[in-house]
C-alpha cells in the first residue's frame, strides 16, 4: 500500500444526502408548479356559468319530466307535474347555492 493521499477527498455520506434532499424539493416544486390549475380569469368565469345554467335546466326539465311521468302513471294530472316542476327549481337553485360558495376554477 502507498502512503499517498488520494487526489480528491471522498464526498461524505451527509454531504451526499444533502445534496439529494435539495434535488427532490427542487423537483417537487417544478413539479407542483407544472401541475398547478392553469384555469384562471374569464375561463373559470365561463365555466362556472356553464355549470349554473346546467343546473339550472337539469334540475327544471328533470322535475318537469318526472312530474310528467307520476301524472302519466298515476292518472293525477296536473299535481304532479306541478309537484316535480317546483321540485326540480328547489333542486336546482340548492345546487346554485352550493356552486357560489366555492370560487370558480375549483
Do not use: C, H
Amino acid at each position: 500500500m502507498s502512503d499517498e493521499t488520494p487526489a480528491r477527498e471522498p464526498i461524505g455520506e451527509d454531504a451526499r444526502i444533502d445534496a439529494l434532499e435539495e434535488r427532490l424539493k427542487a423537483a417537487r416544486e417544478r413539479e407542483d408548479k407544472r401541475n398547478k390549475p392553469q384555469v384562471k380569469g374569464a375561463d373559470a368565469s365561463y365555466r362556472s356559468g356553464n355549470r349554473v345554467l346546467a343546473d339550472l335546466l337539469g334540475g327544471v326539465l328533470g322535475g318537469l319530466v318526472l312530474g310528467w311521468l307520476v301524472d302519466w302513471l298515476a292518472g293525477t294530472s296536473p299535481w304532479g307535474l306541478l309537484v316535480g316542476l317546483f321540485l326540480g327549481i328547489i333542486v336546482a337553485f340548492r345546487n346554485i347555492f352550493r356552486s357560489a360558495k366555492t370560487p370558480p376554477g375549483d
